[in-house]
């Protein structure tokens, strides 16, 4: 058998594996062989990469990867789907030595058998910011990636300072990533049809900021500034400071407007913040 996943076989495999698809696990599969193709084709994907799968599900969009990549690796919390893939790869007529299946949580992977170059994935929306956060962090060999989550989780990740949809996730992938729009995606295409919008994110790496302890001080800055939108950045920072004049001492010293609020502020301002920091 040659070709992707359509409606009908992934729902042929689901029966015959007993999968019912869960809100728990966010298990919303794509049917649509075209739209895996549009995905792979963002994620800038090369005959020489390693491709990335989280929560490959059925195995939709693995076969497309397949279609170009070296070899793909995919991480799948659900042993079924876990167990099911190769032999849904094989069927299709791909050799079974290039998939690599880690069946474990995403949220606590913290190596791969083989280093991945690109990421791609149709992320479960509950956890979408914190996965794609971690491996971009755990994994600094990928070089770029595109990741399907809700709408409204994309509108934050590509958000500017000023506008409503700026904030924590906005400014934290900035640490080790450019990150832009790359489309949206029909309910349509998914089954079960969800109940929100779909959209894709494409990131290309950049050298991360600063080391890792610059990092966790910015982050807590940043978490700090946003826990309290409304609020100015002696106010919003008080609590993390000691209080809000200290907070204010070390917002000016950065050559920040301590009246400002978070969602104003870009990355490099956090970091000049954090350096006043002692954690």
């Known amino acids: 058998m040659s070709g992707l996943l359509g409606a009908a076989e992934i729902r042929e495999i689901a029966a015959r594996i007993g999968v019912n698809p869960t809100k728990k696990l966010g298990q919303n599969f794509v049917v649509d062989a075209n739209t895996c193709r549009r995905i792979v084709k963002s994620a800038d994907l090369r005959e020489g990469d390693v491709a990335l799968e989280i929560g490959p599900g059925l195995g939709s969009l693995t076969l497309a990867l397949l279609e170009i990549a070296r070899g793909v690796v995919v991480v799948e919390i659900d042993e079924r789907l876990a167990a099911e893939l190769p032999h849904t790869i094989a069927r299709h007529d791909f050799e079974s030595d290039r998939l690599t299946v880690v069946t474990m949580d995403a949220m606590v992977v913290d190596s791969l058998p083989i280093s991945p170059t690109v990421l791609v994935a149709n992320l479960p929306y509950n956890i979408s910011v914190p996965v794609l956060l971690r491996f971009m962090e755990k994994f600094p060999t990928l070089r770029s990636g595109v990741v399907m989550v809700q709408s409204e989780v994309a509108d934050r990740l590509v958000a500017l300072p000023g506008s409503k949809n700026y904030g924590s996730p906005s400014v934290k992938a900035t640490w080790w990533a450019d990150m832009s729009s790359a489309g949206t995606v029909a309910r349509s295409i998914f089954w079960p049809v969800p109940n929100v919008d779909s959209s894709l994110v494409r990131f290309v790496r950049h050298e991360p900021a600063g080391d890792e302890a610059l990092r966790l001080k ?42 400002m609020r978070g969602e104003a502020l870009l990355l490099p301002d956090f970091i000049k913040i954090a350096h006043g920091l002692s954690l």
Do not use: N, W, Y
């Open 218 to 259: 910015t982050f807590a800055v940043i978490d700090a500034a946003f826990s309290q939108r409304r609020k100015m950045l002696r106010g919003a920072l008080s609590e993390l400071f000691g209080s809000s004049a200290a907070a204010s001492d070390a917002i000016v010293a950065a050559g920040v407007d301590p009246t």
